[in-house]
C-alpha cells in the first residue's frame, strides 16, 4: 500500500452566484477537519477566462506537463497511452457536438445531451474524414462523442477546453489566429454537411438532437519527457456534470457524498500515519493543502482556529 495519497478534485467551487450560495449553506465537516490539519503549500491563481481550466493545469503539471493555457496536449497523451508508441505529431481531441442557435450567441450544449451511439458516431467520422484528409488530417474513433485527429495544423494551437464550454456562448472561446482559419472554414463545412446528413434526419425524427458541428480541445505534440502520474494521485469528478449543467442541488448533494467519502478517508490515511495531498480546483484558481511538520502550537492554534469550508473554497 502506498504510503501517500494525493486527492485532485476539480469543480469544488464555481463563479456563478447560485453556485456560491449553495456552497455557503453547505455543511462539509470532514473537509473541514481536513483542512485544519493540512498546510496550505502550493496555488494556482487564474481567471475565469483562461483556456485550461486549473484542474488540468494540476493535472498537466503531475504529468510533467508545463500547462501552457491552451496548449496541454492531452490528445497526444492518450495517443501515447493506447497506440503502442505510434502517437508521434501533433493531436487533437475532436468532440461531435449540439450548437444551440440563440437569439444573439451560439451556446454549446453538453455532449451527453446528444445520447450519440457508436453506430451513429461512426457514421459521422466516415462521412466528415475526407473534408479532414483534405486539410492533412487523420480521425481515429475512440469513444461516441470522443474522436482523436492528427494533424500538422494541431502544432502551437491554442484551445479551450470542453469544461469551458459546456452550457456556455462559443464565442469568446472559439480558436483565433492564422493557425485556427483552416479549422474554422472546416466547421463551416461540416455544419452544411451535417445539416442534411441521414443519420442527423433519422436522429431527428426520433427526438433527438443532430449532430451540427464539433469542437477542438487538447491539441499539440507531445513532449518526450512527459511521465505517468504517481500512483498515488487520483482525480474525483463527482461535481464535474452537476456543475456543468448548473445544477447546484445536485452539485451540493455530490459534494455532500465526497465529504462523507472520499473526505472521510483521507482522514483516516492522515490518521494512519499516510502523508495526505489535497488539490482543491474552482474555475480560477486551485490550491494545494499538504501534510507538513508544524510545531505543536500551530497545531492547537489551527484547531481552534477551524474555518468553515465555504471561506477556503469560494476564493477558487
Same mark, same amino acid.
Given at each position: 500500500? @502506498?504510503?501517500?495519497?494525493?486527492?485532485?478534485?476539480?469543480?469544488?467551487?464555481?463563479?456563478? =452566484?447560485?453556485?456560491? +450560495?449553495?456552497?455557503?449553506?453547505?455543511?462539509?465537516?470532514?473537509?473541514?477537519?481536513?483542512?485544519?490539519?493540512?498546510?496550505?503549500? +502550493?496555488?494556482?491563481?487564474?481567471?475565469?477566462?483562461?483556456?485550461?481550466?486549473?484542474?488540468?493545469?494540476?493535472?498537466?503539471?503531475? %504529468?510533467? #506537463?508545463?500547462? $501552457?493555457?491552451? *496548449?496541454?496536449?492531452?490528445?497526444? #497523451?492518450?495517443? /501515447?497511452? &493506447? /497506440?503502442?508508441?505510434?502517437?508521434?505529431?501533433?493531436?487533437?481531441?475532436?468532440?461531435?457536438?449540439?450548437?444551440?442557435?440563440?437569439?444573439?450567441?451560439?451556446?454549446?450544449?453538453? !455532449?451527453?445531451?446528444?445520447?450519440?451511439?457508436?453506430?451513429?458516431?461512426?457514421?459521422?467520422?466516415?462521412?466528415?474524414?475526407?473534408?479532414? @484528409?483534405?486539410?492533412?488530417?487523420?480521425?481515429?474513433?475512440?469513444?461516441?462523442?470522443?474522436?482523436?485527429?492528427?494533424?500538422?495544423?494541431? +502544432?502551437?494551437?491554442?484551445?479551450? =477546453?470542453?469544461?469551458?464550454?459546456?452550457?456556455?456562448?462559443?464565442? !469568446?472561446?472559439?480558436?483565433?489566429?492564422?493557425?485556427?482559419?483552416?479549422?474554422?472554414?472546416?466547421?463551416? +463545412?461540416?455544419?452544411?454537411?451535417? %445539416?442534411?446528413?441521414?443519420?442527423?434526419?433519422?436522429?431527428?425524427?426520433?427526438?433527438? #438532437? !443532430?449532430?451540427?458541428?464539433?469542437?477542438?480541445?487538447?491539441?499539440?505534440?507531445?513532449?518526450?519527457? &512527459?511521465?505517468?502520474?504517481?500512483? @498515488?494521485?487520483?482525480?474525483?469528478? %463527482?461535481?464535474?456534470?452537476?456543475?456543468?449543467?448548473?445544477?447546484?442541488?445536485?452539485?451540493?448533494?455530490?459534494?455532500?457524498?465526497?465529504?462523507?467519502?472520499?473526505?472521510?478517508? #483521507?482522514?483516516?490515511?492522515?490518521?494512519?500515519?499516510?502523508?495526505?495531498?489535497?488539490?482543491?480546483?474552482?474555475?480560477? =484558481?486551485? $490550491?494545494?493543502?499538504?501534510?507538513?511538520?508544524? @510545531?505543536?502550537?500551530?497545531?492547537?492554534?489551527?484547531?481552534?482556529?477551524?474555518?468553515?469550508? %465555504?471561506?477556503? *473554497?469560494?476564493?477558487?
Amino acid at each position: 500500500m @502506498s504510503d501517500s495519497t494525493h486527492l485532485l478534485i476539480p469543480f469544488a467551487a464555481c463563479s456563478s =452566484s447560485a453556485s456560491r +450560495e449553495a456552497l455557503r449553506a453547505l455543511p462539509l465537516p470532514h473537509l473541514e477537519k481536513l483542512l485544519s490539519r493540512l498546510t496550505a503549500t +502550493e496555488t494556482d491563481a487564474g481567471d475565469d477566462h483562461s483556456l485550461s481550466p486549473p484542474h488540468e493545469r494540476a493535472l498537466a503539471r503531475a %504529468y510533467g #506537463l508545463v500547462p $501552457q493555457d491552451g *496548449l496541454i496536449p492531452w490528445a497526444a #497523451l492518450q495517443a /501515447r497511452q &493506447s /497506440r503502442d508508441g505510434d502517437e508521434a505529431g501533433p493531436w487533437a481531441w475532436i468532440t461531435p457536438c449540439h450548437w444551440q442557435l440563440g437569439t444573439d450567441h451560439i451556446t454549446m450544449l453538453h !455532449p451527453q445531451a446528444l445520447q450519440l451511439d457508436a453506430a451513429d458516431a461512426q457514421a459521422l467520422m466516415d462521412a466528415m474524414q475526407p473534408f479532414f @484528409s483534405q486539410d492533412g488530417i487523420a480521425l481515429v474513433y475512440d469513444a461516441p462523442t470522443l474522436w482523436l485527429a492528427r494533424g500538422a495544423v494541431f +502544432e502551437g494551437l491554442p484551445t479551450a =477546453s470542453l469544461d469551458r464550454v459546456i452550457g456556455r456562448a462559443i464565442g !469568446p472561446w472559439l480558436p483565433h489566429g492564422d493557425p485556427a482559419r483552416a479549422l474554422r472554414r472546416l466547421q463551416s +463545412e461540416m455544419q452544411m454537411l451535417l %445539416y442534411t446528413h441521414p443519420v442527423n434526419e433519422a436522429r431527428e425524427r426520433g427526438g433527438l #438532437l !443532430p449532430v451540427n458541428s464539433f469542437w477542438i480541445s487538447g491539441a499539440g505534440a507531445l513532449p518526450v519527457d &512527459s511521465r505517468a502520474p504517481t500512483p @498515488s494521485l487520483r482525480v474525483i469528478h %463527482y461535481l464535474r456534470d452537476a456543475a456543468l449543467r448548473d445544477d447546484w442541488t445536485a452539485w451540493a448533494d455530490a459534494w455532500r457524498q465526497l465529504d462523507t467519502g472520499e473526505c472521510a478517508r #483521507l482522514l483516516d490515511a492522515l490518521d494512519a500515519g499516510q502523508r495526505v495531498t489535497l488539490t482543491l480546483c474552482g474555475e480560477r =484558481s486551485a $490550491q494545494t493543502f499538504e501534510t507538513l511538520p508544524r @510545531s505543536l502550537f500551530r497545531q492547537i492554534s489551527s484547531k481552534i482556529a477551524r474555518q468553515p469550508a %465555504y471561506s477556503l *473554497l469560494d476564493p477558487l
